[in-house]
């Protein structure tokens, strides 16, 4: 199993370019999270989806959407990207028994810069 | 509202000794709390869970312990290694909720 992947690994975009981070599980997991991680401010939530064919805004979804593809594929869109949105994303999956306690599985990140 | 603090300055320890990384919080009534180790360049990586009912939770050489009265969980690495440096998360959630809250972490560093 590769568990939780995310493509690209680096991108470099300029302000107002639209970019699209993929991400997939092969865990069967029903739900996946979308975070951003800066220095200093920890992970913070920006879209869950709780299961194919439901999301919900984060702590910061400004400037952000999301599509839940199927019960694999989990996309972040920047539709018109800003210096502010340089940071590092990663991907999350949590395990299927329902259960709030079940763990996060994360995927390597995408760092992107916003020149 | 509510508010998770882990140590922002990094822990040196020698190897060998006992790394006790804090993680206080407040404004927050969690069922459960999470532990995850993060390299750089990588994800998080899950190491334990303890629930609001548990006192203490090992795993080979790591201890969580969690005081509710506190608000307070202190995480043990016996025995440490170089190979343990990372950072160290903790993440606290809600009995509902699906959607734990991440503290900034704590970077530990351990010298041979």
Redesign the interface.
Known sequence: NAGVTQTPKFQVLKTGQSMTLQCAQDMNHNSMYWYRQDPGMGLRLIYYSASEGTTDKGEVPNGYNVSRLNKREFSLRLESAAPSQTSVYFCASRGTSGAPTDTQYFGPGTRLTVL | SQKIEQN?EALNIQEGKTATLTCNYTNYSP??L?WYRQDP??????LL?I?ENEKEKRKERLKVTFDTTLKQSLFHITASQPADSATY?CAL????????T????TSLIVHP
């Open positions: 922002s069922a459960y999470q360049g990588r994800g998080p990586v899950f869970l629930r998360l959630g809600s009995g509902g909720s699906y959607i734990p991440f503290g900034r972490g």
